[in-house]
């Protein structure tokens, strides 16, 4: 279910969403370019099942968004996996191009309010996201916690030990 108001829902043929997931008002779901429009191919974005995204969320795709089952957000959360370039110095930042780098969440992750998920981001299974962190292009072991800005592991679960700090 996707609840209304959504803001913007494009590319809808290119976006599946599992069983007894939940997105709430004011969502922003994307995928694609405007030349794949009307391409039936494979899914850009993919969320699986029961998962419930909180109100507000973004999630811009243009290659490939995963997004696993029993994922659960706080309020507006924004995922892509697209930035612009920035590299040459005579051109806005605005009309360079873009790289794409797909995005996967693993299972059972929690997102916090305004979690920050960018291009590359790999999160393993049972990965808390810390309210306001900024994830950029990192790959976060199973059962982790990651904070921060940009965000980095702070907590792991450790069998028999349970959850530990991160090493500096």
Known sequence: MIAFPP?????EQRIEIGERTTIGPLATLSAGMPSQMHDPGDPV????DRCMLGKGIGIVGHERIEIGDDIWTGHYIYVTDQNHGYEDLSLPIGTQMWKNDPVLIGDRCWLGHGAVILPGTRLG???????????AGIHVPDYSVVAGVPARVVRRYEPGEGWTAAAP
């Open 7 to 11: 803001t913007v829902v494009y590319g």
């Open 45 to 48: 974005i993919s969320i699986g």
């Open 125 to 135: 299974r049972h990965v808390v996201v810390a309210a306001g962190a900024v994830v």
